[in-house]
């Protein structure tokens, strides 16, 4: 992936930004000092994918609530 996206822009990777998951930071760390890539961590991208989530939860209910359907749904 590193090699097509490299030949793809012509330019090589000097940095990459990832969020901050521990099921995968050992696996990023490893691969970017052994490509010499410096690695930028954040929360940013979980934050905006709960909120994203929370969003589209409370619309669905409430649509559900305007239908007046059973509780059970």
Do not use: P
Request: hydrophobic share 35%.
């Amino acid at each position: 992936m590193k090699d097509m996206m490299e030949k793809q822009t012509g330019r090589k990777i000097k940095d990459l930004q990832i969020s901050n998951v521990e099921r995968y930071r050992n696996q990023f760390l490893q691969f970017n000092q052994n490509n010499d890539i410096g690695t930028h961590f954040t929360n940013e991208l979980y934050r905006l994918a709960k909120e994203i989530t929370n969003f589209l939860l409370e619309k669905v209910r409430c649509l559900l609530s305007n239908a007046q359907l059973d509780k059970s749904f």
